[in-house]
């Protein structure tokens, strides 16, 4: 380590391979080495740097690394170490790796120092581990401890459960006692009981609920994959003979699916291995299934050379040398060798390949397994990655050539027959019958896989007019087999509405989707989209950018972030004369930044109102904008005699009305902060707006003046139908004055 004492030797590693670019939350994406670098630096944040006293310090130290199953969280991870090795990362004196794999040993014979200095990955002997531990526990600030291997958020939660408090007593007292199991020392070190600190990193795959963990972490990295970019060079670099690679590459841009495959890192080195023992284009795989069934098919044939090529009198000695291989290290009653999956991909196809051709799994089994069977919309559990695969596999297999699968199974062909076309027939038939309302957009994602996968025809027959992805990642090859499907039924006829918002999808995916025929309106975000017209624009795509235009829809609007008005103030500008057919159907806009943010967005949103000439439903519930707009709207006060009648709804505050906005039918000032001054200018208001029907200042800071004051200009307000008072009677309003007005003027209503 860095500037650990010379009895203390540590090894260094070299990560092979390109490695994938990982982003930092709300950041433009970078190199995933340079990005980690910075997250552990001094520079980036105080938080990070054991070096910054600071209060804010103490708050910043869980970072959690989010990624799918082979995107390179544990090449990250190395790289990381790497680059701590060659003093990359200073601020930090030591850094252990601690796997998920140690919780296996469930004895309590272990204590931290033992944990970090025997069991923690690539940590050699040490000839002074009492020294070295001392060094550990004066400066914990200067520890960085790395969680790896575990496969989702939730795993974490187990260990952030609160424990006795005679073992956190025991652990703060003595923790080199020998007397702990893996789980505990991982629990204490999670739970800040152990090296208190210390900087944590956690990798895992974002599924599942963890709200502990999340509660606890207050910085993310998430591994985002390969670029087109990334791909050439790992492609280039695959093959020694650069002839080789200049085929390969081209040969993968001739097949979509392939290439967008390799956004994984880990397919597309399966990609790269299936390329290399093809001999032709013609024979590539066109799924994932056919990709994972032709890898293990040439590993198989692989493997039978070596066998036929190598001496049978050597295996003994291999296995000899293999002995003892393992990275941990033999405990009484754990077994000599523990076998782990390199890659989870054919981990789960020879999960499928057992359900499909098994006859002890019968077909009610594999029905049940699929995430559409039970329970009701959004109320099942997530599932772990690798069963989803499983599943996507298994639709794969069952649809598949059947002699393909002949070197998987023993049985004879009746056998083999029956059992395949009676699974085959089942899934069919639940397939198309499914009703795809019912479901979440996850399992909408789900079932397009299922249906590439099996190449099926009919299994968009079902497929609802509006398919929403909301809130569901959309992977490159997520958005491939989504546009498959969606052509399929274009061919029948069939047009429909997408919602692509918070997918994070790639604008050349928003291109691939909006550019079919049959898709008749779609909703993104709204950067992305702009962004995607002015790339159409430079390509001379004038037809297909009128097109992505005049699909874009945006209503209903919820903003719940600044940026989202920012986004629509690209929509809006210099477009207030002729607005995009997107602002012109723009009726509703939920205005939901809360108390803090809410005052910091207004004035923009203000600034873009007079674009909005349909708004009929502005909600501004909650946005604390106080007496500072029944000001504004006092200079500048806006007469609305000739507005059209209205029949929608509109939640507005007064601070607006100094520009000319539209016709509003219903005004809400609720919980905004108003107090006497705000209600009589308010008053002064409302007789000129001639449209407005409904006006609701509830939960406000108003007494009996502010009151009085609205009641008599309500007698000048003709159209409106109700004034919303809930709360308004209280300490500050006397039941008196407010049953007094309420008898003049039915209209106001106390619920």
Known sequence: MATMTADCSFLLFVVDGTVPPVQMSSSPPGSLSNTASKAMSPSCASSLSP????????????????????????????KLCLDWSREGVPQFDFVFLLDSKALTLTKPTFSLQTLLLNLSCLTPTCLDPDAVFAQIIAAPKRVLIIFDGFEELRDYETLLQTQEKDLITSLQRDSKAQAYTIKQLYSGILQRVLLPG???????????????????????????GFSPADIETYVSQYFADPALGASALECLKNCSYLHLLCWNPRLCRLVCFVLEGSKSLEVLPRTLTGLCQQVLHLKMREDSQNLISTPLQDEPKRKRENEGSTDI??????????????CPFLQSYLAAVHLALSRNVSDRTILQIFPFVSGQKGRRRPQREELELTQRFLFGLLFCNRLKLQKLHSYTETDFSETFVSKQAFVTKHLTGLSYGDLSP?????????????????GDANLPPTLTFRGVPLKPSDVFVVRDVLE?????GLSFCLDLEDSGIQISGIRTLVGLSNIHTYR??????????????????????????????????????????EHLAKLTGNTIDTPLPAVRELYKLEFELGPVNGPKAFPLLCELLPGLHNLQHLDLENSKIGDQGAEKLKMHRCSYTTAPKMTHTVYIPMQCFHFPFPPFVFLSLYSNVISDEGAKSLAGILPHMASLTDLDVKYNKLTDVGAQSLGVSLSNCKRMKTLRWAMLWNQCIPYGVFERLQQQDKRILWH
């Not at 399929?488 to 029948?492: A, D, L, Y």
């Open 51 to 78: 070096s910054n006293g600071s209060t804010q310090e103490k708050s910043k130290r869980y970072i959690l690394l989010l990624g799918n199953a082979g995107m390179g969280k544990t090449t990250l991870i190395k």
């Open 198 to 224: 210390c900087t944590l990193l956690l990798s895992a795959r974002p599924r599942g609920t963890a709200s502990q963990l999340l509660r606890r972490t207050d910085s993310y990295l998430e591994v985002c």
């Open 329 to 342: 290290p033999e405990a009484d009653g754990l077994d000599d060798h523990i076998l782990l999956w390199a």
């Open 442 to 458: 996850a399992q909408v994602l789900e079932t397009c896989h299922y249906v590439h996968e099996a190449s099926l025809t009919h």
């Open 488 to 492: 399929k039924g274009g061919s029948k």
């Open 524 to 565: 993104a975000c709204i950067a992305d989209v702009v962004t995607l017209w002015e790339q159409l624009e430079q390509d001379g795509k004038g037809n297909l950018k009128q097109q992505a235009v005049s699909k874009f829809k945006i209503h209903p609007l919820k903003a719940t972030q600044v940026c989202h008005i």
